[in-house]
Structures are given as C-alpha cells and as structure tokens.
C-alpha cells in the first residue's frame, strides 16, 4: 500500500526564516511528484519533478527529489506572511491515473 | 482563480439525506476528478472521469456516484449521508487523461448534522 509521510506536520517561523519541508515515500508506479500549496481552499500547483537529483527553483522555492532514499524536499528561503499555507506532496499513479496526497505541512509564517 | 467552479460553496443537512455537488471544470479540460478532504484523512482521491466516461476509482463509497455530461460538468451524488462524510469537496480538473496538474476548484464544504 502507498504511503506518504510528510514532516515536519505543522511549523511556525519569523519572516525571513528559511524552511526545509520533507516528504518521504513508498509509493510504486508513479509518473512525478508534485508539489502544492494549500491556502483555504483550493490546493495550487507548484512543483512538477520527475527525475532524481533535479532541483526545480521557483523565486524563492526551491524542491529536490531524491527516488534513491525516497524523498522530496522543498525549501523556502526568506518566508513571507504570503507563504503561510498547507504544503502538498502529491503522487500521480502510472496505474490507474489518480493523484495521491500527503497528509501535508502546515507552515505559518509571522510577521 | 483555477477556472473551476463548483457549487455550492457550503452545504448543511441531516443524516440520510442526499446531495448533488456540482462542478464545472476549466474550459477545455476533459478530466474531472473528485476528492474528498477531511481533518484526519487528507485529500483523497474518489473518482475520476475523462470526457463522460469513468477512468479511475479511489476509494469511493457505494453510496456515492458521479457522472461527467457531455458539456463536461460533473456532478457527485453524496446519499444516505452520515455524520462521516462532513468534509470538504473538491473537484479538480486537468487538459489529459493523466493528472500531472491538476487545477482545483474552491470546494465544497459538506456539514451533516
């Protein structure tokens, strides 16, 4: 059975403070991993990496996939008050094309 | 704003009731997707339609059903409701039959008193 475990479950830093979010898995058969930011609502795309080892950089986000220890990291240097958000590690399934999900970070960021 | 809408935005009945979420996905997309997030489960991944057929089942009770119409909306029937089932809604959508990335709708939050 596919797991996803995400850590730390909830943080809260100062503004300009650097955060490392971890997601590790055992997850079979899947196509990339994904990475969203939840606000309220509606979870937004953010990250799409398929290889190991490949850093894709957004500003000031910035996330690794490491398919040999089995993990993803996505940092996020210099946090904003914007940046508070659940943070989503996500798995699209070669199989049976469903997404599975992480429990999520929950990452509060004050001023 | 995704382009995906669903309504309602918050729904409140009883026990043994029935509902009907509505979603209406980004114009184009042929891919719906139907998830159910709660507190102590996380998203979950209930359905999946590609242009009016089902493409993928999660873990969908039988008391729910959905369809996708041919003008691409969908719609999930929650029925004999339980306490369980408050939970937030969401309906996602995507261009292909695979869900690199999907765009989510705001949701539906569902109460069941």
């Known amino acids: 059975e596919d797991k996803v475990v995400q850590s730390p479950l909830s943080l809260v830093v100062h503004e300009g403070d650097t955060v490392t979010l971890n997601c590790s898995y055992e997850v079979t058969n899947f196509r990339s991993l994904l990475w969203y930011k939840q606000e309220k609502k509606a979870p937004t795309f953010l990250f799409m990496l398929?290889?190991?080892?490949i850093e894709k950089k957004s500003g000031r986000l910035s996330s690794i996939l490491d398919k040999k220890e089995l993990f993803s990291i996505l940092n996020i240097t210099a946090t904003q008050t914007g940046d508070s958000a659940v943070y989503l590690c996500a798995f699209p399934k070669t199989s049976y094309d469903k997404v599975i999900f992480g429990p999520g970070t929950s990452l509060s960021v004050i001023p | 704003d995704s382009g995906v809408t669903q309504t309602p935005k918050h729904l409140i009945t009883a026990t043994g009731q029935r509902v009907t979420l509505r979603c209406s996905p980004r114009?184009?997309?042929?891919?719906v997707y139907w998830y159910q997030q709660s507190l102590d489960q996380g998203l979950q991944f209930l359905i999946q339609?590609?242009?009016?057929?089902?493409?993928a089942k999660g873990n969908i009770l039988e008391r729910f059903s959905a369809q996708q119409f041919p003008d691409l909306h969908s719609e999930l029937n929650l029925s004999s409701l339980e306490l369980g089932d408050s939970a937030l809604y969401f309906c996602?959508?995507?261009?292909?039959?695979?869900?690199?990335?999907?765009?989510f709708g705001s949701g539906t939050q569902l109460s069941v008193l």
């Open positions: 996602a959508s995507s261009g292909t039959v695979t869900s690199e990335k999907l765009f």
């Open positions: 398929t290889s190991s080892g």
């Open positions: 114009s184009g997309d042929l891919s």
């Open positions: 339609y590609y242009n009016g057929e089902e493409r």
